[in-house]
């Protein structure tokens, strides 16, 4: 069965200080996409980053980095030096692309994250 | 270009009304797909569409639920007839083929009194 657990339900940092976001996620295929969705208070749901199950390499976007490691199957998110516009819940989901997969994203349950000037 | 467009923003009615919450999804977009999002239930996936044809509907909660598309560019989930428990903001998204992101919509804050 495929599933993702954010076991942070909520986060409160200072600004500039170092933050990460702990996604792990269950599924039988070998072949799946990996994906962070923000969330700010205004409501709408902002894409970040896809990542495939083939490629581990790190991402580096900014102040975003992104750590895939197949081994413990997690897909951890840290925000450097947070700032207060950073403050949002983070969605990680998955989806299946197997044989006979449809394709559809399942949503971890989200961090909410507060980021304190 | 445009993103996924939804409307109303807001919607308020009473119970027993019958509510239509609208999208259209990015030009070029194959898949749609209707979400429903809940502080208790978090982000859930109601139904979704493949050039236009209903491929899931196994997330949408009981026969009061209805959704369609009859075309390309436009979606309606309609709530017939609505109940407080339906109160959710309700979210579109659309996506091309190939595992490629989800783009979504501002949402739709529904309000059943």
């Not at chain 2, 899931?56 to 560019?73: C, I, L």
């Given at each position: 069965a495929q599933k993702v657990t954010q076991a942070q339900t909520e986060i409160s940092v200072v600004e500039k200080e170092d933050v990460t976001l702990d996604c792990v996620y269950e599924t039988r295929d070998t072949t799946y996409y990996l994906f962070w969705y923000k969330q700010p208070p205004s409501g709408e749901l902002v894409f970040l980053i896809r990542r495939n199950s083939f490629d581990e390499q790190n991402e580096i976007s900014g102040r975003y980095s992104w750590n895939f490691q197949k081994s413990t199957s997690s897909f951890n998110f840290t925000i450097t030096?947070?700032?207060?516009?950073?403050?949002a819940v983070y969605f990680c989901a998955l989806s299946e692309a197997g044989?006979?997969?449809?394709g559809n994203l399942i949503f971890g349950k989200g961090t909410k994250l507060s980021v304190k000037p | 270009d445009a993103g996924v467009i939804q409307s109303p923003r807001h919607e308020v009615t009473e119970m027993g009304q019958e509510v239509t919450l609208r999208c259209k999804p990015i030009s070029g977009h194959d898949y749609l797909f209707w979400y429903r999002q809940t502080m208790m239930r978090g982000l859930e996936l109601l139904i979704y569409f493949n050039n236009n044809v209903?491929?899931?509907?196994?997330?949408?909660?009981?026969?009061r639920f209805s959704a369609k598309m009859p075309n390309a560019s436009f979606s309606t989930l309609k709530i017939q007839?609505?109940?407080?428990?339906?109160s959710a903001v309700y979210f579109c998204a659309s996506r091309p083929g190939g595992h490629q992101p989800q783009h979504f919509g501002d949402g739709t804050r529904l309000s059943i009194l």
């Amino acid at each position: 069965a495929q599933k993702v657990t954010q076991a942070q339900t909520e986060i409160s940092v200072v600004e500039k200080e170092d933050v990460t976001l702990d996604c792990v996620y269950e599924t039988r295929d070998t072949t799946y996409y990996l994906f962070w969705y923000k969330q700010p208070p205004s409501g709408e749901l902002v894409f970040l980053i896809r990542r495939n199950s083939f490629d581990e390499q790190n991402e580096i976007s900014g102040r975003y980095s992104w750590n895939f490691q197949k081994s413990t199957s997690s897909f951890n998110f840290t925000i450097t030096a947070s700032q207060v516009v950073d403050s949002a819940v983070y969605f990680c989901a998955l989806s299946e692309a197997g044989w006979g997969s449809q394709g559809n994203l399942i949503f971890g349950k989200g961090t909410k994250l507060s980021v304190k000037p | 270009d445009a993103g996924v467009i939804q409307s109303p923003r807001h919607e308020v009615t009473e119970m027993g009304q019958e509510v239509t919450l609208r999208c259209k999804p990015i030009s070029g977009h194959d898949y749609l797909f209707w979400y429903r999002q809940t502080m208790m239930r978090g982000l859930e996936l109601l139904i979704y569409f493949n050039n236009n044809v209903p491929i899931d509907d196994s997330g949408m909660p009981e026969d009061r639920f209805s959704a369609k598309m009859p075309n390309a560019s436009f979606s309606t989930l309609k709530i017939q007839p609505s109940e407080p428990r339906d109160s959710a903001v309700y979210f579109c998204a659309s996506r091309p083929g190939g595992h490629q992101p989800q783009h979504f919509g501002d949402g739709t804050r529904l309000s059943i009194l």
